[in-house]
Structure formats: structure tokens, C-alpha cells
């Protein structure tokens, strides 16, 4: 029996849509093809964190899970770097004026994914913190 990891290779490759819309011309990137493994011409390491295990069980029980790569500067010919199973992640990658594409999870990634978080359990909730005594009121002063 192997151990379970928190990363896998993943293979991907990239195509491109070309199309007119009134005399402009418009390019779309997109990942045609996404396989675990090492064997395409782009190869990725996915590794999972604790820190994000309930961003992945939401993708996970969306209805479609997705994978999100992180491909460069938007507008830029894209040159995947990065990628990940949170949306969290791929939302700020975005918001950093990152290029992402995203494509439907594999079945054996998703097991993979559950297997994860079957072992390491699901993400804490994060309930009120207790203050300190008095934290965040003026405190009296004696004279």
C-alpha cells in the first residue's frame, strides 16, 4: 500500500479559439486536454494544503468540479505555472491580474481529493473568538 501525498503530477495541454465578432478578431485560451500523470507538453505539480480543505470540499460538491491553472499575466500568451482545486486560490490569483484557466476535475483526481480529505478531516469551523476582558471598549481611567 502507498502512502497518500498532498501532491500529483498533472499534465495539461493548451488550445486556442479564434473568432470574429464585427471586424475584431478574438482569442480564447483554453485547456484541451487535462490527464493525471507526467506525459503532456505542460506538467504541473497539484498539491493540496490543510489551510485550504474547505475550499475544496465546495468545489468538490459543486456540479462540476473544476481544476484552476494559473497561466501568466492576462492578455499575455498563456504559460501555465501553477495550479490548484481552490477557488479561493484561483480567485486571487485573479484579483493579482493572473491569466486562469479552468477545466473539469478527472474522476481520479477527485478521489484523490476525497481520499485527502477523508484522512486529514474536514476544515475546522472557525467559531467567535473569545476577547480578552474588556478588549474593544474604552477602558476607565482613574484620575
Not at 486562469?100 to 476544515?123: C, F, K, N, S, T
Request: positive net charge; contains cysteine.
Amino acid at each position: 500500500m502507498t502512502a497518500l501525498t498532498n501532491h500529483r503530477s498533472v499534465s495539461l495541454a493548451l488550445g486556442e479559439e479564434t473568432t470574429r465578432i464585427k471586424g475584431f478578431v478574438s482569442r480564447r485560451h483554453f485547456i484541451r486536454e487535462l490527464t493525471p500523470g507526467d506525459t503532456g507538453p505542460w506538467t504541473l505539480t497539484l498539491q493540496l494544503t490543510l489551510t485550504e480543505r474547505a475550499a475544496y470540499r465546495f468545489n468538490l460538491t459543486s456540479a462540476t468540479p473544476r481544476l484552476f491553472v494559473r497561466c501568466g499575466d492576462a492578455g499575455g500568451s498563456p504559460t501555465p505555472s501553477a495550479i490548484t482545486a481552490s477557488q479561493d486560490v484561483a480567485a486571487s490569483w485573479m484579483d493579482g491580474e493572473q491569466q486562469v484557466l479552468d477545466v473539469a476535475m478527472p474522476v481520479a483526481i477527485q478521489a484523490w481529493l476525497e481520499a485527502y480529505l477523508a484522512r486529514h478531516g474536514e476544515a475546522p469551523e472557525e467559531g467567535r473568538k473569545k476577547k480578552r476582558k474588556g478588549a474593544g471598549r474604552a477602558r476607565e481611567m482613574t484620575p
